[in-house]
């Protein structure tokens, strides 16, 4: 079975940071390209970020700058640090692990921005 587990959200003040973790599971971790994604109530989830396989990075330009993603392919692990946050980062976040044929999603966590 696959697994993606998402953890490290929480409540932050507008200019914190954060760190999110997504622990994978059932996959050649190694093979897939990660994600992560968020969605906000009443609006489309959209990408935040992603690394390759080999590391190559892509950020949205709204976290470009601010958020950092990284890979720890010993670990199974994906990671999202955020800093400088916004309200307007206020979302659930979902990992995701792509490989061209299959896609999996972790069950999000609430991040809330606010003071």
């Known amino acids: 079975q696959v697994q993606l587990v998402e953890s490290g959200g929480g409540l932050v003040q507008p200019g914190g940071s954060l760190r999110l973790s997504c622990a994978a599971s059932g996959i050649i971790f190694s093979r897939y390209a990660m994600g992560w994604y968020r969605q906000a109530p009443g609006k489309q989830r959209e990408l935040v970020a992603t690394?390759?396989?080999?590391?190559?990075?892509n950020y949205a330009d709204s976290v470009k700058g601010r958020f950092i993603i990284s890979r720890d392919n010993a670990k199974n692990t994906v990671y999202l640090q955020m800093n400088s946050l916004k309200s307007e980062d206020t979302a659930v976040y979902y990992c995701n692990a792509d490989n061209s044929w299959y896609n999996y999603w972790g069950q999000g966590t609430q991040v809330t921005v606010s003071s």
């Open positions: 690394i390759t396989s080999g590391g190559i990075t």
